[in-house]
Antibody, heavy 116, light 107 residues
């Protein structure tokens, strides 16, 4: 079964850091581009970041550029999102999603709350 | 950045109704458009890719059409399990962008 499982969310103070992980199983992780997408409470979907299969090509939304870093470890079938200088507006459920354009598989999401 | 505008933002419909949701791109995206369904507390689910391609396992009552800037998602006969929020997404260029969503509610 194709599965993505996020972890690492939680409560963090403004200005703090958090590292999200996404564990992939049931498919050849190294063959798929990956993304992070977030959804603020009661709001719509916002694409956050993309990484190519090898990690050589990366894109970010303007809202997180310079603060977030996407990475992957194909040997560990894992995707990561390092989030620094967190702001209240980063509060959201963060999803990892498979593939470069159409997101055909999503994790269940992990909640990040930025609050003092 | 390419802006995606969905309409309506919400629609009330009955089981068996035909429902149409529209998505407009701020510039031409050819057929680089996807549609997703999201139920409360759940992750989105891919319904349509490349504007009109039906994702495996998705019922045939869902269909997509359009190209360039104007796109449509149609549910031919609304079923109880279809009450959800629907999002379009352009996959033409980064940053990838989503529409604001259309909530399909029970009438």
């Amino acid at each position: 079964e194709v599965q993505l499982v996020e972890s690492g969310g939680g409560l963090v103070q403004p200005g703090g850091s958090l590292r999200l992980s996404c564990a992939a199983s049931g498919f050849t992780f190294s063959s798929y581009e990956m993304n992070w997408v977030r959804q603020a409470p009661g709001k719509g979907l916002e694409w956050v970041s993309y990484i190519s299969t090898s990690g050589s090509t990366i894109y970010y939304a303007d809202s997180v550029e310079g603060r977030f870093t996407i990475s992957r470890d194909n040997a560990k079938n894992s995707l990561y999102l390092q989030m620094n200088s967190l702001r209240a507006e980063d509060t959201a459920v963060y999803y990892c999603a498979r593939a470069g354009g159409n997101f055909d598989c999503w994790g269940q999401g992990t909640l990040v709350t930025v609050s003092s | 950045d390419i802006q995606m505008t969905q309409s309506p933002s919400s629609v009330s419909a009955s089981v068996g109704d035909r429902v149409t949701i529209t998505c407009r791109a701020s510039q031409g995206i050819s057929s680089w458009l996807a549609w997703y369904q999201q139920k409360p507390g759940k992750a989105p689910k891919l319904l349509i890719y490349a504007a009109s391609g039906l994702q495996s396992g998705v019922p045939s009552r869902f269909s997509g059409s359009g190209s360039g800037t104007d796109f449509t998602l149609t549910i031919s006969s609304l079923q109880p399990e279809d009450f959800a929020t629907y999002y379009c997404q352009q996959t033409s260029s980064f940053p990838l962008t989503f529409g604001g969503g259309t909530k399909v509610e029970i009438k």
